[in-house]
């Protein structure tokens, strides 16, 4: 299954800011940067069960589930 990459700036007035690029609107801020990384997990989670939902191709989770044999 492919990684999906966070990226980490650090802004003018402290805060930090995580954002996965490959996912547009998966972005948030946060105090320390480990806040804002584990922050920004929740909506990128939401963009891919959106895209899944709506039957859009979503490689992010290939082969994270298996259809098992009835």
Do not use: N
Request: charged share 30%; with cysteine.
């Amino acid at each position: 299954m492919p990684q999906l990459t966070i990226e980490l700036d650090h802004e003018d007035d402290g805060r930090w800011i995580a954002e996965i690029r490959a996912l547009p609107g998966a972005l948030c801020y946060g105090a320390t940067k480990e806040e804002a990384s584990r922050k920004v997990e929740a909506p990128a989670l939401r963009i891919l069960a959106d895209r899944v939902e709506s039957g859009a191709d979503v490689p992010e989770v290939a082969g994270a589930f298996l259809l098992h044999p009835a």
